[in-house]
T-cell receptor, first 110, second 108 residues
Framework: NAGVTQTPKFRILKIGQSMTLQCAQD?????MYWYRQDPGMGLKLIYY???????DKGEVPNGYNVSRSTTEDFPLRLELAAPSQTSVYFC?????????FGQGTRLTVV | KNEVEQSPQNLTAQEGEFITINCSYS?????LHWLQQHPGGGIVSLFM???GKKKHGRLIATINIQEKHSSLHITASHPRDSAVYIC??????????FGTGTSLTVIP
């Protein structure tokens, strides 16, 4: 098992550009999550999914979109990047037990 | 007010010391997780607790559901334990809430 794989690891975007952060897990987990981590703050939930075809907003969804067409993949889309979206993004998955995290994507919007 | 509060925010210890990190939460929970974030940024799950106590090597995690409190203990601390330790709770609606983390530095 590779666990949770996030790509890319680093990215610099210009204001107004769009991009997709990829997240894939090979553990057949139903629950998947996207978080952002800002300095001095706890992880904040952006979107989550309880299974293929089902997504819901978390605490800080504005400026982001997600889709869950398969159990394995949960991409996060930024349509019009803004400096406030500079952060480290983590994807996570779980079933009934442990939560597994991806390695994170460090995104800078300039 | 955060749903999850951790203390201390920063902790420096000498190698070999016994370390305690505390976590208090205000929501009803299904489970509590202790996470370790390495200096490189990756996050790994150390424990998932819903009651009692768990031990893994030099790490011990306890939870008191009535008091809504958990502690993470590290015995015989080592410089490789230097990391940020994050308390996270999963509420009964399957949402997670995270503490802001405790930055631990263990000095040789």
């Amino acid at each position: 098992n590779a666990g949770v794989t996030q790509t890319p690891k680093f990215r610099i975007l210009k204001i107004g550009q769009s991009m997709t952060l990829q997240c894939a897990q090979d553990m057949n987990h139903n629950y998947m999550y996207w978080y952002r981590q800002d300095p001095g703050m706890g992880l904040k939930l952006i979107y989550y999914s309880v299974g293929a075809g089902i997504t819901d907003k978390g605490e800080v969804p504005n400026g982001y979109n997600v889709s869950r067409s398969t159990t394995e993949d949960f991409p996060l889309r930024l349509e019009l990047a803004a400096p406030s979206q500079t952060s480290v993004y983590f994807c996570a998955s779980r079933e009934t037990g442990e939560t597994f995290f991806g390695q994170g994507t460090r995104l800078t919007v300039v | 007010k955060n749903e999850v509060e951790q203390s201390p925010q920063n902790l420096t210890a000498q190698e070999g010391e016994f370390i305690t990190i505390n976590c208090s939460y205000s929501v009803g929970i299904s489970a509590l997780h202790w996470l370790q974030q390495h200096p490189g940024g990756g996050i790994v799950s150390l424990f998932m607790l819903s009651s009692g106590k768990k031990k893994h090597g030099r790490l011990i995690a306890t939870i008191n559901i009535q008091e809504k409190h958990s502690s993470l203990h590290i015995t015989a601390s080592h410089p490789r334990d230097s990391a940020v330790y994050i308390c996270a709770v999963r509420d009964t609606g399957n949402q997670f809430y995270f503490g802001t983390g405790t930055s631990l530095t263990v000095i040789p």
